[in-house]
């Protein structure tokens, strides 16, 4: 394209642009437009797409953003709310106006202040009483100071009905019903101050009901442990029990006697190989035992390498072991003896453990039968050689005896053998805390299957003397809960149970004092959770189990039964069951608490803690109650007061809180009326007062308007005539704080009176009354409003809402 045609394209477009009206016509040279977009960038880069986007929107409809801006940046709301300037003293009216702002500026901020800190209170409050319920639920789940987890999986609960229980139904199943029952009879007991039976003997009476050989077996071996010397309740059973070690003995009698019977089951299932005769005794039990194991397990390797010769025709070693695994150590040594010579060091051990089983054996003997051991025995081929002089003497401690051991009876006895209460702290002798910590870490739960076999691992503590381990993991499952709780309770009443020194400790805590890996048990948690599943269906039960804790105190210093008794009440709220209720004659019915009554547990200072619970939860109609069944007069007539206030000026409804609130008043005042009453005058005034304006105000809701008028004229508490005013206001200072929250009410509603009679008044036929009588009823209404009005303007009190305002437009219209 040539320069001709491009100049002749171009000359169109100018002519086509000018003779167009829908775009303007660009008056700018090149450079202009170059300066106008980079101006336009500029901005764009420096007020960000946003605001770009806000000028395009607002533009679109016709709003000049930055001019509107630039008037928002004139105003400034600082100085609203700041004190005002000083100004000079000569200037009284400026001085005064501002002293008024100072004023008002100063009411807005004390306000804005008070707000604030009442609803960042009211903010923490909240969040402590949520933080305290999540509290309760971990520390449950949560062991002490050694920060480990003890895993508490919580399955659901199985009930069965039963309908025999105190009415209605309950959710404990037959287990927990037979156990319950046998509580209510001990504490009946207890309470009677008759001799109190062992607990352990008659829970596991309970038990036999059950048909449970596994549940019979573990309170078969709690029956061997508490068969000790009663511990001083003075003392800490957990210090007491580290100290003496009373339990190694009766876990070692339990388990020889669990292997003599285990023993004549095998013989007697296999009579004919035994060949047993002779007098009946435990040597005798002990060969055929012994014989029959040799016929039948010949091939057995713990019955390889035996040394030494026989005893009546039986291996020396086996029945020397088998003798002292059934705790007979006279057998033993008659074996002994009848072998001959060469043992005369293990006979002379065996001699004094037989005569004096209870002293120290000779370490001058135990010195030389392990040192005989390191040069002959440990290497010996008979594994029951090695494991006699290993228990007499005690040595090896680390060897294991898996030949002869083959289960964990077999294995805790001979660790219990092993155990020396006075020895030092050398690798030669086996500690009391060596083999708890054996039990309950270095082997552990999983070591022993106890999930699979629960009962099995808790016997292990528990012959270890760890009842508080033991009882804490049985509780963990559902088909041992019952059982686990009941062993704490025996346990607790025997004085056997160490407890935290706090009460709000989880359920199983370590104490830095104690013995490593002792543990200390929270029986008062252990309860609370087991009560938790039936105290709403079966209060009595759940009363009766709260009873063990009579003995312990809250961190106030507060019996523990009876707060748990008041957290039940107000759980429940089945107060006439627990407390009974007030009789006309001012006698209290007697409740299920009474059955526990003693010098420390007393039903009024029960029901006087649940009283006070509810008042910190504002349910004041519940306080009322509890404060009554306490004796407590004055708050109960207090707290009345406090509602009748507050719903006295209402229409009565049916089954209002102010119908319920009259009717306690009205029990009251039988019961109080010419007795002797343990409250104030004023309290009883302002009482009688409240009573009073709630019969007026029902009057005035009837539209009986005479009899409401008779009771202002009795009570003289607002002026119906100018001449009543002074005394009115008078009155009006001597008044409790209840009773002035009503005077605006009492005021608006004598106020409609007198309008009511007015319109009435006015309204009546002159030709059928006196005029004069009329215009004086009339005065008389006026003075009566005014009176009224000046009242409110008089007293000492701010009136609310627009109660002046109204007063005043009624008087202005009968004007």
């Not at 008024?100 to 100063?106: D, G, P, R, S, V």
């Not at 009415?167 to 007991?189: D, I, P």
């Not at 309970?206 to 003392?235: G, H």
């Not at 299957?449 to 099995?456: D, G, I, R, V």
Request: charged letters at 25%.
């Amino acid at each position: 394209m040539d320069f001709n045609a491009l100049l002749q394209q171009a000359q169109k477009l100018t002519h086509e642009t000018q003779v167009s009206d829908d775009l303007p016509r660009v008056e700018r040279t090149l450079p202009q437009v170059l300066q106008a977009t980079q101006e336009l960038h500029s901005r764009v880069t420096q007020t960000g797409a946003q605001d770009m986007q806000a000028h395009i929107l607002l533009g679109s409809n016709g709003i000049d953003l930055p001019k509107i801006s630039q008037k928002l940046e004139t105003l400034s709301s600082r100085k609203t709310f700041e004190p005002l300037d000083p100004i000079a003293t000569t200037d009284v009216q400026n001085f005064l106006r501002n002293e008024k702002e100072n004023a008002i500026l100063a009411v807005i901020e004390e306000v804005h202040k008070n707000s604030y800190l009442s609803a960042e209170t009211q903010k923490w409050d909240h969040m402590m009483n949520d933080w305290k319920q999540e509290k309760v639920k971990l520390m449950n789940a949560l062991i002490g100071p050694s920060q480990s987890w003890i895993d508490i999986r919580k399955g659901p609960e199985q009930t069965i009905l039963n309908e025999t229980t105190f009415g209605g139904r309950s959710s404990l199943n037959s287990q927990e019903m037979a156990y319950a029952r046998e509580v209510h009879e001990y504490n009946k007991l207890v309470c009677e101050g008759a001799m109190r039976p062992s607990l352990i003997q008659r829970f596991a009476q309970v038990a036999e009901s059950f048909n449970d050989s596994r549940v019979n077996d573990v309170w078969e071996v709690m029956k061997y442990m508490t068969n000790v010397t009663p511990i001083p309740r003075s003392q800490d059973p957990m210090k007491v029990r580290c100290s003496q070690h009373l339990f190694i003995n009766q876990a070692k009698r339990y388990l020889e006697n669990r292997y003599k019977i285990f023993m004549q089951t095998v013989i007697s299932e296999h009579l004919r190989e035994a060949r047993r005769g002779g007098i009946p005794s435990v040597l005798n039990l002990v060969g055929s035992f012994v014989g029959l194991k040799l016929a039948t397990h010949g091939l057995n390797s713990s019955f390889i390498g035996l040394q030494d010769g026989q005893v009546d025709g039986k291996p020396l070693w086996p029945m020397v072991y088998y003798c002292l695994r059934c705790g007979d150590i006279a057998s033993a040594l008659k074996c002994m003896q009848m072998a001959g010579q060469g043992h005369e060091d293990l006979i002379a051990v065996l001699e004094e453990k037989c005569h004096n089983p209870e002293q120290k054996t000779n370490p001058r003997l135990e010195l030389q039968i392990r040192m005989q051991y390191k040069r002959q025995i440990r290497n010996a081929t008979d594994p029951y050689k090695r494991a006699v002089y290993c228990i007499v003497g005690c040595c090896d401690i680390q060897e294991p005896h898996a030949d002869i051991a083959k289960t964990t009876d077999d294995f805790l006895w001979i660790q219990l053998s092993l155990i020396r209460t006075d020895g030092d702290d050398s690798a030669e002798h086996l500690t009391c805390s060596g083999l708890q910590s054996m039990i309950l870490e270095q082997y552990g739960e999983k070591h022993y299957n106890a999930n699979e076999q629960p009962h099995l691992y808790f016997q292990l503590l528990a012959l270890t003397g760890q009842y508080e381990a033991g009882i804490e993991f049985l509780s963990r499952f559902e088909k041992y809960r019952v059982h686990a709780v009941h062993i704490g309770l025996a346990l607790n009443e025997l004085h056997m149970i160490g407890g935290p020194r706090n009460l709000q400790e989880p359920l199983l805590s370590v104490d830095f004092e104690d013995p490593h890996p002792m543990r200390r048990l929270n029986i008062a948690r252990l309860i609370m959770l087991y009560v938790k599943k039936f105290e709403i269906t079966d209060p009595p039960e759940a009363l009766h189990y709260f009873y063990f804790l009579r003995n312990l105190k809250d961190s106030e210093g507060r019996n523990l039964f009876l707060v748990s008794v008041a957290d039940l009440a107000i759980e429940c709220r089945d107060f006439d069951l627990l407390f009974g209720r007030m009789q006309r004659d001012g006698m209290r019915s007697r409740g299920l608490i009474d059955q526990f009554e003693t010098v420390h547990i007393d039903a009024r200072t029960v029901c006087e803690m649940v009283a006070e619970k509810f008042v910190k939860k504002g349910m004041f109609e519940d306080a009322i109650k509890m404060f009554d069944l306490a004796s407590q007069q004055e708050q109960a007539l207090r707290y009345t007061s406090i509602l009748l206030s507050q719903v006295v000026h209402h229409a009565n409804k049916e089954g209002s809180l102010r119908e319920r609130v009259q009717r306690m008043a009205h029990e009251f005042t039988e019961r109080y009326t010419g007795a002797e009453k343990n409250c104030d005058s004023q309290t009883w005034s302002t009482f009688n007062l409240l009573k009073e304006l709630a019969a007026f105000f029902d009057y005035y809701h009837g539209k009986n308007h005479q009899s409401a008028m008779d009771i202002l004229e009795r009570i003289k508490l607002v002026p119906l005539r100018m001449s009543d005013l002074d005394v009115a206001v008078n009155n009006f200072k001597r008044l409790s704080g209840e009773v002035c929250k009503v005077i605006p009410d009492l005021l608006l509603a004598t106020m409609d009176i007198a309008y009511t009679k007015y319109k009435t008044m006015k309204g009546k036929d002159v030709a059928k009354f006196d005029d004069l009588g009329k215009k004086n009823q009339l005065s008389y209404l006026r003075e009566q409003a005014k009176a009224l009005t000046n009242m409110a303007a008089m007293v000492p009190y701010r009136m609310p809402g627009d109660t002046n305002s109204r007063l005043i437009q009624t008087e202005i219209l009968m004007h």
